[in-house]
């Protein structure tokens, strides 16, 4: 069953904890996104990979950090710098740079307590 | 700076209504457009795009968008809703470049009444 899959679906954090959300696609997709979306301001972009090894800030970066060692991967850093990380936190991932459709995960709702 | 405005953030409508959802971009060169939609619960998943060719393009369950380049609109419509299309729907634009980025509006929130 193909996709991409986030997990958790709810996560609980204390303030001041660094926290990674999983992505993970068996799309094999060479593009991966990682999005906040908070409500009444839609989906903003944090980071974006757009192949293994590499990856770019978005326009929301500070306080998030990621990684792609793997075409498969791109898990999202929260660090205790992020100023507001209670959000909902969507992966989306893309065929390659010929193709423009992006495909969502489910999401993650990070609760920072 | 480029943006995607979405005016409307929430709609209520009855049961065999027409929708209409505004969407407007601010870029003058080409872009690629979209309408994503988020139902209670699920992903969200990708309703209808335009790139090139025939302005009206036609997406699931009787969704359709027109892209009018004078007016940078793009706007989404339905002749007549149902309860299930009660949901989020998103406005989206690539600006051309090599970047591939995705620009969100703020989302319309659609309300359904049975």
């Known amino acids: 069953d193909g996709g991409i899959t986030q997990s958790p679906k709810y996560l609980f954090r204390k303030e001041g904890q660094n926290v990674t959300l999983s992505c993970e696609q068996n799309?094999?997709?060479?593009?991966m996104y990682w999005y906040r979306q908070d409500p009444g301001q839609g989906l903003r972009l944090i980071y974006y990979s757009q192949i293994v090894n590499d990856f770019q800030k978005g326009d929301i970066a500070e306080g998030y950090s990621v990684s792609r060692e793997k075409k498969e991967s791109f898990p999202l850093t929260v660090t205790s710098a992020q100023k507001n990380p209670t959000a909902f936190y969507l992966c989306a991932s893309k065929e390659g740079a010929a193709s423009d459709t992006q495909y969502f995960g489910p999401g993650t709702r990070l609760t920072v307590l | 700076a480029q943006s995607v405005s979405q005016h409307n953030h929430h709609v209520i409508l009855s049961e065999a209504a027409s929708l209409e959802l505004g969407c407007n971009y601010s870029?003058?060169?080409?872009?690629?457009l979209f309408w994503y939609v988020q139902y209670p619960g699920q992903h969200l998943q990708l309703l209808l795009k335009?790139?090139?060719?025939?302005?009206l393009v036609k997406g699931i369950k009787g969704f359709e968008a027109e892209f009018i380049k004078s007016k940078f609109s793009f706007n989404l419509r339905k002749p007549s809703v149902q309860w299930s299309d009660t949901a989020e729907y998103f406005c989206a634009v690539i600006l051309g470049g090599a970047t591939n980025k995705l620009i969100f509006g703020t989302g319309t929130l659609l309300a359904v009444q049975p």
């Open positions: 335009y790139f090139s060719g025939d302005p």
């Open positions: 870029y003058g060169g080409t872009v690629n």
């Open positions: 799309l094999n997709h060479d593009a």
